[in-house]
T-cell receptor, first 113, second 117 residues
Framework: DTGVSQDPRHKITKRGQNVTFRCDPISEHNRLYWYRQTLGQGPEFLTYFQNEAQLEKSRLLSDRFSAERPKGSFSTLEIQRTEQGDSAMYLC???????????FGPGTRLLVL | AQKITQTQPGMFVQEKEAVTLDCTYDTSDPSYGLFWYKQPSSGEMIFLIYQGSYDQQNATEGRYSLNFQKARKSANLVISASQLGDSAMYFCAMREVLIQGAQKLVFGQGTRLTINP
């Protein structure tokens, strides 16, 4: 088990720019989740994939956000026209179908100036 | 909807002492799962322990144990013999079932634990 990996670990961008984050889940895990965590808060659910299908999206995921998992392996989360309010830690997690524990990656810290 | 409440924003404990982190939950589902995660300053969420609502015994994992009181809707984390490396944020979370049998986690606000030497 190599664990969940995320890239980049840190991203600084200017307001209005687009950013894309990548998540590589644990290899045999077919479920993948994205969460957002703002300072001093617990993570909040954004979206969920089962294999390549995006089956659930939170209301937190505005039209500027899009997530994909093209071949049921890695996933990308893109934020278009970033705003200062998008500054947060973006966490990816994965789980195996038969079990319920979600294992998290190290997260991507986004700062929008 | 599920809700998790962690009422202790911060806890300070002497090294080698035991510490209890409080967590209460609210749900109308008869079947649910409760999780504790540790988040060091690096940011990664580290899974610690899981308790299912139908589990007959309290969960234990090494120095971690979960004091599960179903009638009181509480799932407190107990860390025995605390170590300096235990200093971190601790989050209690509950499983919420989505469509097609998937689940998301609903997290509490967290408790920042500081272990003093």
């Amino acid at each position: 088990d190599t664990g969940v990996s995320q890239d980049p670990r840190h991203k600084i961008t200017k307001r209005g720019q687009n950013v894309t984050f990548r998540c590589d889940p644990i290899s045999e895990h077919n479920r993948l989740y994205w969460y957002r965590q703002t300072l001093g808060q617990g993570p909040e659910f954004l979206t969920y994939f089962q294999n390549e299908a995006q089956l659930e999206k939170s209301r937190l995921l505005s039209d500027r956000f899009s997530a994909e998992r093209p071949k049921g392996s890695f996933s990308t989360l893109e934020i278009q026209r970033t705003e200062q309010g998008d500054s947060a830690m973006y966490l990816c997690a994965s789980s195996i179908e038969a079990r319920e524990t979600q294992y998290f990656g190290p997260g991507t810290r986004l700062l929008v100036l | 909807a599920q809700k998790i409440t962690q009422t202790q924003p911060g806890m300070f404990v002497q090294e080698k002492e035991a510490v209890t982190l409080d967590c209460t939950y609210d749900t109308s589902d008869p079947s649910y799962g409760l999780f504790w995660y540790k988040q060091p300053s690096s940011g990664e969420m580290i899974f610690l322990i899981y308790q299912g609502s139908y589990d007959q015994q309290n969960a234990t994992e090494g120095r971690y144990s979960l004091n599960f009181q179903k009638a009181r809707k509480s799932a407190n984390l107990v860390i025995s013999a605390s170590q300096l490396g235990d200093s971190a944020m601790y989050f209690c979370a509950m499983r919420e079932v989505l469509i097609q049998g998937a689940q998301k986690l609903v997290f509490g606000q967290g408790t920042r634990l500081t272990i003093n030497p």
